[in-house]
């Protein structure tokens, strides 16, 4: 199994800085990939970035695309997620995922992945 436990959220004002940390255990050797998904009130989980180790990429999505980034330090035993620039569209709770295999748009739904955290909560202030 794979335990995966998200930090860094918290309350930040619009034009701020914020990263993100996944830390996983367990049987990390499982995981090719690792994505990080969102989920604001009354809305469906949305995808926001993977790593790929497998393939040895990163993807975001078209709303975080020059502002957020995973890091070049990341490792299998740990994700993060830079926030740049963050504005009150992205408050919502972020969650870190982790998926056994896959490629392309198959990353990019949330219901193929296997592992999840419980989430952290980032709040944009106006």
Do not use: H
Request: aromatic share 14%; with cysteine; net charge neutral.
């Amino acid at each position: 199994q794979v335990q995966l436990v998200e930090s860094g959220g918290g309350l930040v004002q619009a034009g701020g800085s914020l990263t993100l940390s996944c830390a996983a255990s367990g049987r990390t050797e499982s995981i090719y990939t690792m994505g990080w998904f969102r989920q604001a009130p009354g809305k469906e989980l949305e995808f926001v970035a993977v790593l790929s180790w497998s393939d040895d990429y990163t993807y975001y999505a078209d709303f975080v695309k020059g502002r957020f980034t995973i890091p070049g330090v990341s490792a299998k035993n740990m994700l993060y997620l830079q926030m740049n620039n963050l504005k009150p569209e992205d408050t919502a709770v972020y969650y870190c995922a982790g998926v056994r295999g896959g490629s392309g748009s198959y990353l990019l739904r949330p219901s193929n992945y296997d592992y999840w955290g419980k989430g952290t909560q980032v709040t944009v202030s106006s």
